[in-house]
């Protein structure tokens, strides 16, 4: 008889939006138990075709994210939707806005979205998304789009997931490209200039394509720039076209896989990060031990180095 | 006869520029010989005030800062500046006119600027920023000013070495207040609406009073808004009272020192996890099984719970 964990996994396999759900809570709590689930589902995923997108508030990322759902559903493909929210109490309506309008597809057994919040993960939300997106993929969506605000490090972590970045711009937005959106010019594989009948759309669309032109003169790939009106649902499925190029592009190259590889290197070592602290910080005593050297360290009783030398003896690993 | 490492501390307590400079470089470089320096220097730590102050680009934070130093140098105090940049191929040259204007101060000996660049760090600029700030702390500068584009993860974890957080804002540079600063509205203690003569500066002023009115309602404190006009030189000393006055108020307080002690809790738990990374994955060796198995979990040939319970096992620490 399979194990309570192993029906579990059957059901996300099988795609039920309610093993899914289930699934992504015990990643958010941190839960040992998804860890089980994970692994076990770990050989179902590798499938999907992960596109993130990123942009300033305002773009219309969820318009867009929206659009390209659903062309892709028209196209016959599964779509996982996971949007990561900057919360606040100054934005959360406006965000809780755009998750009921996207809840349009709710009908839709082919679509499944999930919205995790910024507030409580802090630097573990770029992993915790990444396990949401191991899920989905287990669970057979073909398409992943991973939705974020692009403005730190964080999201800059979140977008390295993704097998194509989208980056989005509006013309009028603060015209200051050079400023705002430095590291994103870098991570973008299609940059998407958004409410493209918007006076400025040509000028902004020139900056752009002269900023790639300086930025990648060598490498011989430079970035596709597409136009796109998401609330009139137009220029959606050139876009389409573009990302598909690109993944074309991208999958055939012998990079892929050693970007794959990158990329675990580096979720390697958070997991191996993780499981050492929890090992010395793990109970309440050592807990308590931290807290007493930080306060001694805060009153300069202590120097920092000589509090660490003091932990790593007593964990009996030195 | 004192070590060369010894001579070499004894140069910064007395703030010999050179000294200084040369240390920064070492502690961006992760060269062991920061952390020798710093474990001699830490008991001489803990006098200066340090002040982060942060803002999207265009909001004037360069000019803000060298007027606060004038101004904190004409009141004879010493002062350091750690000017944190989001560095890309796109912005450097933007940047760079900033720091040169800076040298105006480049003759006055009680006053030392650096830059430190995003670019190499990642997740380890927090940590870089803050060995700096002790530095800086130990040479005798009485107050460290740490001036960041405030928009991620990243530079919220680096003001948060400050005692007290400017922000930064124009009237007029996007108005959608809510969006763009929601995490900065909850760590600023001091609001500063610089350019404010320009039009909409009442209006903003309003906006933020209303925004902190809401986010502050119970727990008796409410951070101050203060105006300047930088480039004017104009609201800089009633910007410092607002300053001293949040100051006063916070070293009185039995916070004050819990703060501390969560700061020294967050950065012993780095220093652990670094350490435990490096006795890792340190060797050769170590690096090149980390490769190889990231490749196997590319590939799917291994979950990546086993790859990790592998490394562990093989360090002899399971």
Redesign the interface.
Known sequence: MPTPVETWAQQIRAGEVRAISRAITAIENHDPIA?DL??ML??S??RASIIGITG???TGKSTLVDRLAAAYRRAGKTVGIIAVD?T????GG?ILGDRIRMQSHASDAGIFIRSMATRGF??GLARATADVSLLLDAAGKEIIIIETVG?????VDIVRLADCTLVLLVPG??D?V???K??L??IGHVFVINKSDREGADRLEQQVHA?LE??HESDGWRPAIARTIATDTKGIENLIAEIDKFLARAKASPEF?SR??????R???E???S???DR??GTKENKDR??A???E????KK??????AE??ASAG?R
Chains 1, 2 share one sequence.
């Open positions: 860890d994970l692994k770990f050989y995923t590798g300033a508030p305002g900057p606040s109490p100054f934005t406006a802090l630097g403005v730190g490090q964080d999201e937005l603060g200051d050079q400023n705002m430095a590291g010019m870098e900023m300086l930025a896989y794959e590889a990158d990329h675990w290197s979720r390697l070592i997991m191996l990060e499981r050492l602290l010395l910080l931290l807290a050297l930080a306060s360290v805060a009153q300069r120097d920092p180095f000589a509090a660490v932990i790593l690993n």
